[in-house]
């Protein structure tokens, strides 16, 4: 399942970004997610990823993870893709 995840870095880790992302993505890894794209962002968010999850558990651990380690906080969200929003919307059709 495809995740959108919106961040925010924490002020002790903003200028510490090799080290952030280093355990991001080792924890990533041992979760078995795998990132897509990432994009910096200017506005309420500082970062925008796609990620790819084995499951919704394994985002919801990394998400309460990345918090409890202080590196910021995210939020995240499935992503569906056009096939599967077309096959909702017959279904809720009906």
């Known amino acids: 399942m495809k995740y959108v995840l919106l961040g925010n870095l924490s002020p002790e880790y903003a200028s510490k970004q090799t080290e952030r992302v280093g355990?991001?993505?080792a924890k990533l890894d041992k979760l078995g997610?795998?990132?897509?794209?990432?994009?910096?962002?200017?506005?309420?968010?500082d970062f925008?990823?796609?990620?790819?999850?084995?499951n919704?558990?394994?985002m919801l651990a990394f998400s309460v993870w990345y918090s409890a380690q202080h590196l910021g906080?995210?939020?995240s969200m499935p992503a569906f893709d056009a096939k599967s929003f077309e096959t909702a919307i017959k279904?809720?059709?009906g």
């Open 56 to 58: 919704a558990e394994a």
């Open 23 to 25: 355990k991001a993505k």
């Open 73 to 75: 906080r995210i939020q």
């Open 91 to 93: 279904d809720a059709v």
């Open 48 to 54: 925008v990823d796609i990620v790819d999850a084995p």
């Open 33 to 45: 997610i795998k990132i897509e794209s990432i994009h910096y962002t200017q506005g309420y968010y």
